[in-house]
């Protein structure tokens, strides 16, 4: 909430006029580490995607609240979610880690070699979902929410990736700008 209410310049340009699309991963280098009957219960969407992915999308698509006050905050988070709509399975892609011998920990072992975890499951331990928030600031715009274990790194951040430049005179040489904001690990 500092980054985004606490300075000046990004008031005028965080909204569906400047800002493609926004990219919130959540990755884990490790697997169930040997709690994969309690995850098979739960999968990667309930674990991380419908809390800690949903807080971070209110934080970023929010109005600056009335105040820092818990109540306040979550007043304009709760606006963002009554405006998102439901997500459609064409919008929604999961997977399930196999084995990797250079993985982490207990990646090594793929999520099925889990003793704990039931034979044959078929819970996800990666989802990738496409949300809307369909308001003023952000119609357009897709909030791409993506997370796993036994992935190649351990990182939370945010990404918002910004318009094209319009009269591109640079013949498609530059990248589009983005503002990464690095939750974990060494917040940036």
Sequence with gaps: MVLRFGNRIFGPIWNRDNVACVVLTFKEPFGTQGRGGYFDDFGIIRDVMQNHLLQML???AMEKPASTSSDDVRDEKVKVLKCITPVSLSDVVLGQYVGDP???GDAKMGYLDDPTVP???TQATFATAVLHVHNERW???PFILRCGKALNERKAEVRLQ???VPGDIFGNQCRRNELVVRVQPNEA
């Design 162 to 164: 910004f318009t094209d």
């Design 102 to 104: 250079e993985g982490e």
């Design 119 to 121: 034979k044959g499951s």
């Design 58 to 60: 209110c934080l970023v």
């Design 139 to 141: 119609d357009g715009v």
